[in-house]
T-cell receptor
Framework: GDSVTQMEGPVTLSEEAFLTINCTYT??????LFWYVQYPGEGLQLLLK?????DKGSNKGFEATYRKETTSFHLEKGSVQVSDSAVYFC??????????????FGPGTSLSVIP | ETGVTQTPRHLVMGMTNKKSLKCEQH?????MYWYKQSAKKPLELMFV???????ENNSVPSRFSPECPNSSHLFLHLHTLQPEDSALYLC???????????FGPGTRLTVT
């Protein structure tokens, strides 16, 4: 079945450091890919998305490129801030695959940014 | 403001109580979801509704009972819960199945 794998956390970075959170997926169809963010005490928020190969999603300085050849959707940001401290979830939806009726979430990666 | 609201935000209940969680979406979406989020565990999908019909029930214990009276409202009725049911319960909605989901802030449930 469809699945999402994320790098294990927690990740701790200093302010202004470069961020990469790896995400790879397995899907039988042609999924859409998402990154969600969850700030402390809140629900998940859609951060960015990409719906086909080579698309780049971007928002709030974060970027991720849909790489079909490596089945990856890594999240990057050039300079993190303390306010970026949160848990990040990679996810996919696959309307023509086994997860046709839902979004599949990865386990989440906790990021802490220290001043 | 995500367009999905949940009440109450916090709930403490004893194991013999009956309570309900409420979710409302103001986005005109057709699908709604309940998730359970426990510490150190992946997000668990509990129930999926599409056009007010339940389309998925992921082997959830019967002490959790969902209700979707219309496409804007979703309830989770709770009775005879166990301490291990303490968690953050998240509601989400989407335009249709497989579209990106929009989440509410969650209800933090503690079972004593």
């Amino acid at each position: 079945g469809d699945s999402v794998t994320q790098m294990e956390g927690p990740v701790t970075l200093s302010e202004e450091a470069f961020l990469t959170i790896n995400c790879t997926y397995t899907a039988t169809g042609y999924p859409s890919l998402f990154w969600y963010v969850q700030y402390p005490g809140e629900g998940l928020q859609l951060l960015l998305k990409a719906t086909k190969a080579d698309d780049k999603g971007s928002n709030k300085g974060f970027e991720a490129t849909y790489r079909k050849e490596t089945t990856s959707f890594h999240l990057e940001k050039g300079s993190v801030q303390v306010s970026d401290s949160a848990v990040y979830f990679c996810a996919l939806s696959d309307p023509f695959g086994t997860s046709y009726d839902k979004v599949i979430f990865g386990p989440g990666t906790s990021l802490s940014v220290i001043p | 403001e995500t367009g999905v609201t949940q009440t109450p935000r916090h709930l403490v209940m004893g194991m013999t109580n009956k309570k309900s969680l409420k979710c409302e979406q103001h986005l005109g979406h057709n699908a709604m979801y309940w998730y359970k989020q426990s510490a150190k565990k992946p997000l668990e999908l509990m129930f999926v509704y599409s056009l007010e019909e339940r389309v998925e029930n992921n082997s959830v214990p019967s002490r959790f009972s969902p209700e979707c009276p219309n496409s804007s409202h979703l309830f989770l009725h709770l009775h005879t819960l166990q301490p291990e049911d303490s968690a953050l319960y998240l509601c989400a909605s989407s335009q249709d199945l497989s579209y990106e989901q929009y989440f509410g802030p969650g209800t933090r449930l503690t079972v004593t």
